[in-house]
């Protein structure tokens, strides 16, 4: 049994890519974050009750808000600015043909390429609502669009995969 898939690179599928790649790769980042958040909120109730601002408490504050700015700037904003400025992403399109063997097709405004993946050398594989994350290295991945799926359904495919890559490999988000 062959499937088929495809997948678009426009600007909502990057987006969605690198939110769900954000907060796979940084959950302990993001939990620092989250409790860190709660620790800045709590002392400086305690500071705002027993009015006690030094400035050691005023600098960490900056620092505190400096550094959520950031963070809230990578998630929100960088996926449009690293869209806009690819210009080999930009729009290309990959197919994919499940077999023995991944083939894939990708064409782009600059060139069509076809290449084949082994299962073998697959790093992880991540499904969510949509897509599924074909994860080569930690920062690099192939998206399927779910809901291109031929030859199949979404279900037939993530069996394929599971009984290709395994378990322990295969992770639903």
Same mark, same amino acid.
């Given at each position: 049994?062959?499937?088929?898939?495809?997948?678009?690179?426009?600007?909502?599928?990057?987006?969605?890519?690198?939110?769900?790649?954000?907060?796979?790769?940084?959950?302990?980042?993001?939990?620092?974050?989250?409790?860190?958040?709660?620790? &800045? !909120? =709590?002392?400086?109730?305690?500071?705002?009750?027993? #009015? %006690?601002?030094?400035?050691?408490? @005023?600098?960490?504050?900056?620092?505190?808000?400096?550094?959520?700015?950031? &963070? !809230? =700037?990578?998630?929100?904003?960088?996926?449009?600015? #690293? %869209?806009?400025?690819?210009?080999? @992403?930009?729009?290309?399109?990959?197919?994919?043909?499940?077999?023995?063997?991944?083939?894939?097709?990708?064409?782009?405004?600059?060139?069509?390429?076809?290449?084949?993946?082994?299962?073998?050398?697959?790093?992880?594989?991540?499904?969510?609502?949509?897509?599924?994350?074909?994860?080569?290295?930690?920062?690099?991945?192939?998206?399927?669009?779910?809901?291109?799926?031929?030859?199949?359904?979404?279900?037939?495919?993530?069996?394929?995969?599971?009984?290709?890559?395994?378990?322990?490999?295969?992770?639903?988000?």
């Amino acid at each position: 049994m062959e499937i088929k898939a495809s997948s678009k690179y426009d600007y909502i599928t990057v987006k969605t890519f690198q939110k769900f790649h954000f907060r796979t790769k940084f959950k302990a980042l993001n939990i620092l974050i989250f409790a860190a958040t709660i620790f &800045m !909120l =709590f002392a400086f109730t305690i500071t705002a009750i027993y #009015s %006690y601002i030094d400035s050691q408490m @005023i600098f960490s504050g900056v620092i505190f808000v400096i550094m959520l700015m950031g &963070m !809230l =700037f990578v998630y929100f904003c960088m996926p449009k600015i #690293s %869209y806009e400025r690819d210009k080999v @992403i930009k729009e290309a399109e990959n197919n994919f043909l499940f077999g023995e063997e991944i083939e894939i097709i990708s064409k782009n405004n600059y060139q069509t390429t076809s290449s084949t993946l082994n299962y073998n050398a697959i790093w992880r594989v991540y499904e969510n609502k949509n897509y599924i994350y074909i994860y080569l290295e930690p920062n690099k991945a192939e998206i399927v669009d779910k809901s291109t799926v031929t030859g199949g359904t979404a279900m037939d495919l993530r069996a394929f995969l599971l009984s290709m890559v395994g378990s322990k490999k295969y992770i639903i988000a």
